[in-house]
């Protein structure tokens, strides 16, 4: 069973920045597509930033610029740098994963059901 775990959130002001690691195991994370999701309270789920095992890259268009996914296989661990946080970046950010790619030909966003596992998130807060 994968599983999936995420550190690194943290409360900072308008314009600060902060990285989340995303940590999977026991397995190998390179046949992985892993992705980065957040749920705003009321609303809902967003997917945020997605890298399949080719190294192709899906952002949303709120982050777009602002936010830079990568991976490290060798550890296992996927990362989100978050540079120019603002308050509506404020959610609990959530680490998810499947085996393989899609055929879309970039990793998929959106509701997120193509991704079977799920970390238990980690909370940001950004004040203005």
């Known amino acids: 069973q994968v599983q999936l775990v995420e550190s690194g959130g943290g409360s900072v002001q308008t314009g600060g920045s902060l990285r989340l690691t995303c940590l999977l195991s026991?397995?190998?994370?390179?046949?992985?597509?892993m992705a980065w999701f957040r749920q705003v309270s009321g609303k809902a789920r967003e997917g945020v930033a997605a890298i399949d095992p080719d190294g192709k890259i899906s952002y949303a268009a709120s982050v777009k610029g602002r936010f830079t996914i990568s991976r490290d296989n060798a550890k296992n661990s996927l990362y989100l740098q978050m540079n120019d946080l603002k308050p509506e970046d404020t959610a609990p950010y959530f680490c998810?994963?499947?085996?393989?790619?899609?055929?879309?030909?970039?990793?998929?966003?959106?509701?997120?059901?193509?991704?079977?596992?799920w970390g238990p998130g980690t909370q940001v807060t950004v004040s203005s």
């Open positions: 026991p397995y190998s994370s390179m046949s992985y597509t």
């Open positions: 998810a994963a499947f085996y393989g790619v899609t055929t879309a030909g970039r990793p998929p966003l959106g509701s997120g059901y193509e991704y079977k596992n």
